[in-house]
């Protein structure tokens, strides 16, 4: 779509996920729009969006908008939306800048998260309503979600077909910087405010007034809620140095080693990835021009699985927080003092499994924790301890610099068995028989626990896997028969 606009007026471009200038494809419609006018950066901090966030992602958000506002000049205009925020706070902040710009459009790159959409169709009504319009071009994907379909024109739900098909999809190569005249506005906030009180939140912290104001539950009160000491280097240098590093060493290697937490095996990306300092399409290109064969294609698989995951969140926005499985719904989880007592054990990493406790040691360390690992400890919480997935998946988007609502929530479902790809009988993982597979010389445990003592077992593996198989059973059953009754889950169910 074609930004029309009044010759010689200025353009307001609106960064959300895409926060650089490097392959932007949208930023050089706006300047081309703009012409001998300038282009008004914007961003705006939304608490809405901003809530389940914790101080990790918006400490690395905070030094990407800096290090995006050095590349800009020092134009990028930060505003905060009023109150609680949310898309008519939004809303009214884009229309007042665009205003104060004389600006009659605003360019946005695509959103696809459910509140980015609805925030969207806010902002727009908003714009139309002062006789301005919002273009929306581009996505945070190689393939924009909802574009790949089946022959039926219906979705994909099982992410093998899905990959095919994506595989077909031609992709643009990356893009230069564009020529870009940039000015900015008076901001009202600095890229600090990012942080507002949610900083002094420690390990120490036993104010459940603070946790519910942060839409936290009350009985997290006390356990480890961050900052982490060690958070990746962020601005597009690092990104693109990780990218270089990754591309000249473990790429080669990938489909044989990027399972192993004790390697540096992976692409350390995914933050990048999320907040579009990186667009996908750079990182493509420069994993094409450095490996072939069996490592490039594992390596665009798991590209892949982040675009199925968008995809299914596109289509099936409930998603987010409700399981796909209808028996999803009526798997009886675990809930009381007890419950809490056991989620904080998994949360500290006390749980006296090594590889689960390295793990969730090395998210309240680094913010970050190795994809195989956060399989383990995601099923040890769901299938070990019988917790609603939906609690990890909150836990994890706390403390995640690349916390990300599709593919966290979804990889949640995954491992539940009630997301796309259903099959939960295999995906009980055994978490010692994980850690001789996958940290076989106990480099990965060691780093993270140290020479602590062993830790007695929380529960009995073996125990729990045939409980965890035994109510998901009985899960099916009650499926089926509410399917054939017409009801729906039983009362105090995850699904009420």
Request: net charge positive; glycine share 10%.
């Amino acid at each position: 779509m074609s930004p029309a606009r009044t010759p010689g007026r200025p353009v307001v471009f609106w960064f959300r996920r895409d926060l650089r200038v490097d392959d932007l494809p949208t930023l050089q419609a706006a300047a081309e729009a703009a012409g001998s006018a300038p282009v008004v950066p914007l961003f705006v901090l939304d608490p809405r969006a901003a809530r389940g966030a914790g101080p990790n992602r918006r400490r690395f958000l905070a030094a990407c908008l800096a290090d995006l506002d050095r590349r800009l000049g020092g134009t990028l205009t930060l505003r905060r939306a009023p109150g609680q925020g949310g898309a008519e706070a939004v809303a009214e902040v884009v229309a007042q800048v665009a205003a104060e710009a004389g600006a009659d459009v605003v360019l946005a790159s695509g959103e696809t998260t459910p509140y980015g959409r609805r925030r969207d169709r806010a902002v727009a009504e908003r714009l139309a309503a002062d006789g301005r319009r919002l273009v929306r071009q581009g996505t945070p994907y190689l393939v924009a979600p909802g574009r790949v379909r089946r022959a039926d024109g219906q979705p994909f739900a099982v992410f093998s077909a899905f990959h095919r098909a994506w595989l077909q999809v031609p992709v643009e190569p990356p893009r230069p910087a564009p020529d870009l005249r940039t000015e900015g506005l008076a901001s009202d906030v600095t890229v600090d405010d990012l942080l507002g009180g949610i900083d002094v939140l420690s390990a120490a912290n036993d104010d459940a007034a603070a946790l519910g104001a942060l839409g936290l539950p009350a009985w997290w009160a006390g356990l480890p809620l961050g900052p982490a000491p060690r958070l990746p280097a962020a601005g597009s240098e690092a990104a693109r140095a990780r990218l270089r590093a990754f591309c000249d060493g473990p790429l080669a290697a990938y489909h044989r080693e990027r399972d192993r937490p004790d390697l540096p095996s992976t692409s350390r990306l995914s933050a990048d990835l999320h907040l579009g300092v990186l667009h996908p399409r750079t990182v493509l290109a420069e994993a094409q021009a450095a490996a072939r064969g069996p490592a490039l294609e594992r390596f665009v698989a798991e590209l892949a699985w982040r675009e199925f995951y968008a995809d299914v969140l596109w289509h099936r926005p409930e998603a987010a927080w409700s399981p796909l499985v209808l028996a999803g719904r009526f798997l009886r989880v675990e809930r009381g003092p007890a419950a809490e007592a056991r989620f904080a054990a998994w949360a500290r990493g006390e749980t006296g499994y090594p590889l689960v406790d390295a793990g969730m040691r090395q998210l309240l360390e680094e913010g970050w924790m190795h994809n195989r690992v956060r399989m383990v400890c995601a099923s040890f919480l769901v299938n070990d301890l019988h917790l609603d997935w939906r609690l990890g998946a909150r836990w994890f988007l706390w403390h995640l610099v690349d916390g990300d609502l599709a593919s966290n929530n979804q990889g949640w479902q995954w491992v539940a068995g009630v997301g796309t790809d259903a099959a939960p009988y295999y995906r009980v993982f055994n978490p010692d028989r994980q850690a001789e597979r996958f940290d076989p010389e106990g480099v990965y445990r060691r780093r993270y626990l140290g020479s602590a003592p062993a830790r007695p077992p929380l529960v009995d593996h073996g125990v729990e896997r045939a409980d965890a198989l035994a109510r998901w059973r009985a899960a099916q059953a009650a499926a089926r028969e509410g399917q054939a009754s017409g009801e729906g889950p039983a009362r105090g169910s995850p699904g009420r």
